[in-house]
């Protein structure tokens, strides 16, 4: 069955910090990748999607990902956090191209500390 | 503006008293999904639907029904809601299923069964 694995469930880090969050997926044909981001008491926001084209993802907020086809991994950055970014971020990622329901991972608590 | 709602945002009920939540969007969207968010498990979809009077089981559908007759809307029905549904609850809706396709997301139903 296809699983999305993030690596870290939960990760502290000061203001200025830079950020790697890990996303992997077993799936071995097209997919369609996400990242979505869950601020305290809100619902999930698309932060950035990778369909095709350029691996280098660039989303809202200055967040970035990158898709790397060869580790399956689509691993979210940011090169300076703020206190703002504190909020839960889900890796999704939808099998099949075009076919599929998205699979999420388990989700990455960050909390930045002022 | 474009949302996709949900109702009632707070519930807490007994064990076995039936209860709905309800799900409307105003995108026109063909593809809606219900998923349950637990912590540590991330996201697991219940059940979605196509379109009208096309649904189908997602992966943790026991112990829930849902039905489309209209295209805006997408309830979740718990017949007789148990201690283990209780959970946080997020519709979802999309243009079409396909992997192009950003998913919307309600702000959440928090469910409690006593």
């Known amino acids: 069955a296809q699983s999305v694995s993030q690596h870290n469930h939960h990760v502290i880090l000061s203001e200025a910090a830079s950020l790697e969050l890990g996303c992997n997926y077993s799936?071995?044909?097209?997919?369609?990748l996400f990242w979505y981001v869950q601020y305290p008491g809100q619902h999930l926001q698309l932060l950035l999607k990778?369909?095709?084209?350029?691996?280098l993802v660039k989303g809202i907020k200055g967040f970035e990902a990158e898709f790397i086809k060869s580790k399956f991994s689509f691993n979210l950055r940011k090169p300076s956090v703020q206190w703002s970014d504190t909020a839960e971020y889900f890796c999704a990622v939808k099998p099949g191209g075009s076919q599929g329901n998205l699979i999420f991972g388990k989700g990455t608590k960050l909390s930045v500390k002022p | 503006e474009a949302q996709v709602t949900q109702n009632p945002r707070y519930l807490i009920t007994v064990t076995g008293k039936k209860l709905t939540v309800t799900c409307s969007q105003n995108?026109?969207?063909?593809?809606m999904s219900w998923y349950r968010q637990d912590p540590g498990l991330g996201l697991r979809q219940i059940y979605y639907s196509m379109n009208v009077e096309v649904t189908d089981k997602g992966d943790v559908p026991e112990g829930y029904k849902v039905s489309r007759k209209e295209k805006r809307n997408f309830p979740l029905i718990l017949e007789s809601p148990s201690p283990n549904q209780t959970s946080l609850y997020f519709c979802a809706s999309s243009l079409r299923q396909g992997g192009y396709n950003e998913q919307f997301f309600g702000p959440g139903t928090r469910l409690t069964v006593l």
């Open positions: 799936y071995g044909g097209t997919v369609n």
């Open positions: 990778y369909f095709s084209g350029d691996p």
């Open positions: 995108m026109n969207h063909e593809y």
